[in-house]
Each structure stands twice: as C-alpha cells, then as structure tokens.
C-alpha cells in the first residue's frame, strides 16, 4: 500500500470547470509538494506547503495537517493544464530528506 | 538560470552493459537527489547526495551507485543492466537538507533491450 494516496487516478473534464485533486498521507509529515509532469517527464515543482494554503495564478493547494491532508485546486481549467499531477511528502524526522511520492492524477481537459 | 540539467536525454543499452547519467543542479542548490520513474508510476527514491557524501539511500541494490563533484554536479551509475532498469531517471536538486523546495530536471529516459 502506497504511503500517499492521491484521488482521483484519472479525471477528464470540461475547459473551464473547477478541479480538485486530493492527496493522503499516513503519518506526520514536515512539508508536502505538489509537482506538475508533462508528456516527456519532466518534472515542475508547483507548490510547496507545511501548512496552510497557497495560491499561484489559478491554481490553489491547501493542506490540512490534522487530517493528513491536501489538495490542489485549478480554477477556469484549460486544456494546457492536461498533465499528470503528483503529491510528495517529506516525512518528518533525521534522515528523512527524501520525497515520498504518490502515483499521480492524470488531468485531460477537453476544449 | 538554467535550472536542473540532465543529460543524456534518451538512452538505449543492452542487458549487461553499464550506464552514466549526469545532473547538474540549479545554481546555488548544494544537494541531488536521484529518482527511478517505472512507466505509470511515482518516482522511487534512489539516493541523495550532499556534501559529495551518499546521505541517504532508498531500496536499489548496490548496482546502483552514485557520485557528487566538488561544483555539486552528480552522476548517477547503473551496473550489469537489467530489462527492469528501464525507466525514466529523474535528478532533483535543492539547497541543504533541511525542508527546502526541491527542484527537478527534465529526466533521463533509459531504455533497456
């Protein structure tokens, strides 16, 4: 069983609707990512949070640490926003510098 | 800034044979961290590397083995390929090891026949 757990695992939806994608995490965690990836692989680093929430143009990620935990919101989606969606926890504690990632959202937006 | 930089981009190798990758970190980023990406699945942590020292290591067999040079950049070694080695390789860099944004680069398409 995978340590973060994203919903849903695919989604398909029309321009301009409101999107949410939801992450879980089993246990006390010191920050959480959000990553974009594209077609090809690369990686994008979208947000980072430890609490809270954060807003970049249309997209909004928010993290609630009492229930372990997020998610990342797009507002007026739009086909270049069909990419795969990731969360990454970093576990809290010494030597727990890595990323712990789930297995993503795969977002199409249809025009 | 060019960012995290990977190269080579794509690469083909035969089972057996030994393959480098290479990463150079965002300018100013001190710490690589190196990921395996199996077709439709999360990145798997590899190794991460500070200080030209392994910090900390995820679950790959001693195939894998990496080193950091004095300008941070790092290469990430895979010996005795296996068909199962094929994957995306994904090198991601920040500043320190305490709780900062990791940066990624484009990735390392390894292709095993």
């Known amino acids: 069983k995978n340590e973060v757990e994203q919903s849903p695992q695919n989604l398909t939806a029309q321009e301009g609707e409101f999107i949410t994608i939801n992450c879980s995490y089993s246990v006390g965690i010191s920050a959480l990512h959000w990553l974009q990836q594209h077609p090809g692989g690369g990686i994008v680093s979208l947000f980072m949070l430890s609490s809270g929430k954060k807003k970049h143009g249309r997209l909004i990620a928010t993290i609630n640490i009492q229930e372990k935990h997020s998610s990342l919101h797009i507002t007026a989606s739009h086909p270049r926003d069909s990419a795969v969606y990731i969360c990454?926890?970093?576990?809290?504690?010494?030597?727990?510098?890595?990323?712990?990632f789930g297995t993503g959202t795969r977002l199409t937006i249809i025009p | 800034d060019a960012g995290v930089t990977q190269s080579p981009t794509h690469l083909i190798k035969t089972r057996g044979q030994q393959v480098t990758l290479r990463c150079s970190p965002k300018?100013?980023?001190?710490?690589v961290s190196w990921y395996q990406q199996a077709l439709g699945q999360g990145p798997q942590f590899i190794f991460q590397y500070y200080e030209e020292e392994e910090r900390q290591r995820g679950n790959f067999p001693d195939r894998f083995s990496g080193h950091q040079f004095p300008n941070y950049s790092s290469e990430l070694n895979v010996n005795a390929l296996l068909l199962g080695d094929s994957a995306l390789y994904l090198c991601?860099?920040?500043?320190?090891?305490?709780?900062?944004?990791?940066?990624f680069g484009q990735g390392t398409r390894l292709t095993v026949v």
């Open positions: 300018s100013g980023h001190d710490t």
């Open positions: 991601a860099s920040s500043q320190g090891l305490l709780n900062t944004e990791a940066f």
């Open positions: 990454a926890v970093r576990y809290r504690g010494f030597g727990n510098e890595k990323l712990t």
